[in-house]
């Protein structure tokens, strides 16, 4: 079965109204929106479900540097107004991934692959430019959470979230998923390879606990005890 | 592996002293790229964020744990928004989550065990909880009433507030304040924030007496009549390939 990247469902609803669309042209305007001013690069890439790598996803990442060393981005279902927030991911320095609690690290993933690969790329910029941040991006890790499965479908973000993995050797990558997105995009995945010989990874190689420790990951709900909720809460002075 | 309810194994960015997260400060040439990318990418998703919401949450296995956040809302059509959640309105505030929120009618449709995720806003919104920030309260107030019938499924992805310096652990689900002891959201928090944008949250409570209260559908706010909150685990898992991995 030829699986599609994302799905194209409608996300169900009326349209917006005229009242609602002046209102919010109106906080627009007024209200200040720093956190999201800090978003300044478009990325698009490949994520894949921790437990499951037949499902893949196109992920538009929309990304703003916290310091040097650590990035946050908002990842979208396509580069569209219209797009869904399906997930966060979070881009960290090699020096810090290695801070992290030995069971934490399987929650990451490493950038080299799809970075020299050619798979993860910044629309509208052009090689040159683009190359001088992936030389960097190249030696990160990233931790990436989905909320919303639109590659099976949903019309609304159901269950809880899901930890994904990103690509990190040839023959991962669903082929038709790869030419479409080389299509929409005008891009060539093997051009970009070859431009991008020089760039390394990590320097200390990639992290074996990284990447799902090299096996997968899953996420599960559990219903734990809390005190009544008409209970005195202590207080806090 | 990780859950949400647990504290993450001691490291140098476990300790809450230094400012979160560690790193260099931006390097000059990050920032001419980032303008440049910038100038020459149309990041459209981003620019439908029209709306700034402060409000508070409570941690779904822990609410006593409670904090300040900072939506930033886009919308998808008249019943789904999608909201980019940080812990302050600051340029370099940290991404902690996500909330989507949905009309009731979209709520109604989901299964039982979906629905047990969400959470409603009515309270938050009529106790003054939820603020636009800057916004005329004249402006904001007929959709207000829209709002306060939503409900919210919040997932914390970084958990700031017990001393995290980068995202640690499984994300967490959040709940919202609620009209019973354990969903009051404590006064200092609340002091601080009307301190900051100079208002009153006591002041739009009484503005907010006519918003009519909605009815709350039985199985949001799960916590409150079951006294069972949800925690996210993060298991080792084989994973379904189709070529070899890692």
Known sequence: ?237 | MASSDEKPGPTPVATGDKPTPPGEPTTLSSKILDKGAGMMQSLKPVKEMKQHVCTFALYAHDLSRQIETHHYVGRLNQDVLQCAVYDSDKRKANLIGVEYIISPKLYETLPEEEQKLWHSHAYEIKSGLWVNPGVPQMLEKPELENMACTYGKFWCTWQVDRGDRLPLGAPALMFSPQPVNRGRVRPDLVQRRDEKYKISTEELRESRVDIQEPEIHPNADYWVKHNKGFAVDVKPADMKRLAPFP
């Not at chain 1, 917006?16 to 478009?42: D, K, V």
């Not at chain 1, 931790?143 to 979230?161: A, C, E, S, T």
């Open chain 1, 1 to 237: 079965m030829n699986k599609m990247a994302t799905s194209h469902v409608n996300v169900p609803g009326e349209p917006t109204e005229t009242g609602t669309a002046l209102l919010e042209t109106a906080t627009g305007t007024i209200q200040g929106f720093q956190p999201i001013n800090n978003i300044h690069q478009h990325l698009c890439a490949f994520h894949f479900y921790a437990h499951d790598m037949t499902r893949q996803v196109e992920a538009h990442h929309f990304c703003g540097h916290l310091n040097e060393d650590v990035r946050q981005c908002l990842i979208y279902d396509s580069p569209n107004k219209d797009a869904r927030l399906i997930g966060i991911e979070y881009i960290v320095v090699e020096s810090l991934f290695l801070t992290l609690p030995d069971d934490e690290k399987p929650l990451w993933h490493s950038h080299e692959f799809e970075v020299k690969g050619g798979y993860l790329f910044m629309p509208g910029v052009p090689g040159i430019v683009e190359r001088q941040d992936l030389k960097q991006v190249c030696k990160t890790y990233g931790k990436v959470i989905h909320f919303w499965q639109v590659d099976r479908g949903d019309p609304l973000p159901l269950g809880i979230p899901q930890i994904m993995m990103a690509l990190t050797r040839p023959g991962q990558l669903d082929e038709n998923i790869a030419k479409d997105v080389e299509k929409r995009f005008g891009v060539s995945f093997e051009e970009q390879r070859e431009q991008r010989k020089d760039l390394s990874g990590p320097d200390h190689g990639i992290h074996p606990l990284a990447n799902a420790a090299g096996r997968g990951l899953k996420t599960e709900l559990r219903e734990v005890d809390i005190p009544p909720a008409t209970s005195m809460p202590r207080v806090f002075v």
